[in-house]
């Protein structure tokens, strides 16, 4: 066949009767099958992490032309990358939907590959299927769908933390045990919202006594001391997105007043105080972590350690006995001092005044004889 005419050649064969025989020559021109042509190269749409399930997502759409196929071209998804979230709406629509859903902060982007399929005959009119492949990615869109998430979690599927901090009987610093701050993100990493804190309930009742939450920073501080031990305060703490959903979050925070002034005779192993000797000692010094609650234990002197009632005792022994000491020293070694001072005084202070009278007595007589 060259251009639109047939080139051939017919023979003619004589008959023993010399009639011709007539004969028809019927020529059937089949088109043999083309590979299909995408319209691109590839394709990129983009699609909101929100958008609902089983629905056609109108800008997504890739397509292919065969002029030689002789039925309709077959769309397929050979693969796609994470599995199993998109679908085409049917083998002769190249129309997407999604099978799963969406979130921008678990993946965001999803690559697939997608063919298009033209049947047909070959030059000897056999059957052939001609196939063509394009690249074609998703990015996903991140919108507002998500609620605050707690650090030090960073997935949407981390349970809400619960913080736990202690305070020493009597004063308002808070010392956090595994962290150093309460601190909660937007879910939806693009949009990023600032996120308000609030105090919204907590045990016991009178928790608002005592604590207050910053609404910025979430700082958690004391309005006076706590004088108690072994208080376990438990707080709840909300962090609302500033958005149009305005979703919000929880986390607990635990709070346990410690009791941590005492006389032990050691701290630990490496640390000796004398036993005489009050001592006050951090709560780095003397908390150890109870394994079952996460909480600080309680300050505990040991079997070696005394009281505070039994140091003031001691103390106010030490005391007792110097002052006994102080008198006993003076009975027996200041008072007979002084009184054999005091008699020695009495004799000398006698002895003249004897002398003299005897002698004044002697003078007199004479002057009488004198006289007489």
């Known amino acids: 066949m060259s251009g639109n005419y047939i080139a051939g050649n017919i023979t003619c064969v004589i008959t023993a009767g010399g009639i011709p025989i007539p004969n028809t020559l019927i020529v059937q021109i089949i088109k043999i099958n083309k590979t299909p042509k995408f319209a691109s190269s590839s394709y990129t749409f983009s699609v909101d992490d929100n958008y609902p399930l089983n629905v056609d997502i ?65 030059n000897i009119g056999n059957t052939w299927l001609q196939t ?35 305070v020493e009987n009597g004063s308002t610093e ?20 600032t996120i308000t804190y609030y105090l919204t309930s907590g045990y016991p009742s009178n928790y608002m006594d005592y604590f207050k939450v910053n609404s910025l920073t979430a700082t958690v501080s004391m309005i006076k001391p706590f004088v108690g031990n072994n208080e376990v ?51 780095e010094e003397t908390v150890s972590q109870d394994l079952q609650t996460g909480f600080p234990t309680p300050v505990t002197c040991g079997n070696t350690g005394y009281s505070e009632a039994v140091v003031y005792g001691i103390i106010g022994g030490w005391i007792a006995s110097l002052l006994f000491v102080v008198v006993l020293s003076w009975l027996f070694l200041v008072t007979p001092h002084l009184k054999k001072k005091g008699s020695r ?6 002895q003249p005044g004897t002398q003299g009278n005897q002698t004044l007595g002697k003078n007199t007589q004479e002057d009488s004889g004198r006289l007489s």
């Open 58 to 122: 109108p800008s997504a759409q890739v397509s292919a032309t065969d002029d030689e196929s002789t039925t309709n071209l077959l769309y397929n998804i050979e693969s796609q990358s994470p599995e199993n979230v998109f679908k085409l709406a049917s083998s002769s629509s190249p129309n997407f939907q999604l099978t799963a859903t969406l979130e921008y902060n678990m993946e965001s982007n999803y690559i697939l590959n997608v063919s298009a399929t033209s049947d047909g005959v070959d």
């Open 132 to 166: 063509s492949y394009v690249l074609t990615v998703f990015n996903v869109m991140d919108t507002d769908n998500n609620p605050p998430v707690f650090l030090p979690c960073l997935s949407l599927s981390c349970p809400p933390p619960i913080y736990q901090a202690t």
């Open 174 to 193: 808070i010392m956090f045990v595994d962290s150093n701050t309460i601190q909660a993100r937007d879910g939806d990493t693009q949009i990023n919202a």
């Open 233 to 283: 305060f438990t707080l709840l703490i909300q962090a609302t997105e500033n958005s149009v959903l305005g979703q919000s979050s929880y986390a607990t925070l635990t709070v346990r007043a410690l009791q941590v002034t005492c006389f032990p005779s050691s701290i630990n192993d490496s640390t000796s105080v004398s036993e005489t000797t009050p001592t006050t000692v951090s709560s």
């Open 345 to 350: 005084g009495n004799t000398i202070n006698q």
